[in-house]
């Protein structure tokens, strides 16, 4: 099944840090699935490196408490949509992500956790 509007979002505690439009990557694969019919050597998809750099960057980073989720929807919501409501709206944005988004990385702080405030 083709994604129609797919993002990846990444934010911290302070807010949203990336906001990538990833359907764009799609045709990589597909031409993946041509060159192997053809025995031709696979082209690297960009959307693994950034998915790579975007979790490095959240392991190495454990006290901004990174999170890390897809999303496929409706292709109204573009990037400048996500962009007002990570601004506007950003705790009811991330819940939104979180509940109907797929989980790549998640290091949420755990109030559980703070012994000192």
């Not at 290091?107 to 703070?114: E, G, N, P, Q, V």
Request: aromatic residues 12%; hydrophobic residues 35%.
């Amino acid at each position: 099944m083709a994604t129609k509007n797919a993002f990846i979002f990444s934010w911290d505690q302070l807010g949203i840090e990336s906001i990538i439009p990833i359907t764009q990557y799609e045709f990589h694969e597909q031409e993946n699935t041509m060159r192997l019919l053809r025995e031709q050597p696979r082209i690297p998809n960009p959307l693994d490196s950034v998915v790579r750099s975007l979790l490095l960057r959240a392991q190495f980073n454990p006290q901004r408490h990174y999170e890390i989720y897809a999303i496929d929807c409706d292709e109204s919501m573009d990037e400048a949509f996500w962009r007002e409501q990570w601004e506007e709206y950003p705790q009811a944005t991330a819940e939104l992500i979180r509940e109907r988004g797929h989980k790549l990385f998640s290091d949420r702080a755990k109030t559980d956790r703070i012994k000192i405030s």
